[in-house]
């Protein structure tokens, strides 16, 4: 059964810093792309950074200012997130699976986390 954990949320002023680390359980195939999505209030889920085999993808909103690494050994996805904007407050989901195509495509992944609530103030 995997399993997916996030921890490091919390809430920070703009201009601040967080990471967020996804970790795995269960999950033997290190060829399962690992992801981030964030949901606001009211708002859908949206892509944030993906990585894969093949390399690492951004969303517009977060590029040159979160970076996304996966550790294989130890079965993480961690997300560093600087230069924070109070629009980046959201709940961050990791997600993984075995995407075939766009990794932006939320409908892609299997697997999901519960959540982890970042609130930027102003």
């Known amino acids: 059964q995997v399993q997916l954990v996030e921890s490091g949320g919390g809430l920070v002023q703009a201009g601040g810093s967080l990471r967020l680390s996804c970790a795995a359980s269960?999950?033997?195939?290190?060829?399962?792309?690992r992801a981030w999505f964030r949901q606001a209030p009211g708002k859908e889920r949206e892509f944030v950074a993906a990585?894969?085999?093949?390399?690492?993808v951004y969303a517009d909103s977060v590029k040159g200012r979160f970076t996304l690494s996966r550790d294989y050994a130890k079965n993480t996805a961690d997300l560093q997130m600087n230069s924070l904007k109070p629009e980046d407050t959201a709940v961050y989901y990791c997600?993984?699976?075995?995407?075939?195509?766009?990794?932006?495509?939320?409908?892609?992944?299997?697997?999901w986390g519960q959540g982890t609530q970042v609130t930027v103030s102003p």
């Open positions: 269960g999950l033997t195939s290190g060829s399962y792309a």
């Open positions: 997600a993984a699976g075995a995407v075939r195509g766009p990794l932006s495509r939320k409908e892609a992944y299997v697997y």
């Open positions: 990585i894969n085999w093949s390399g690492t």
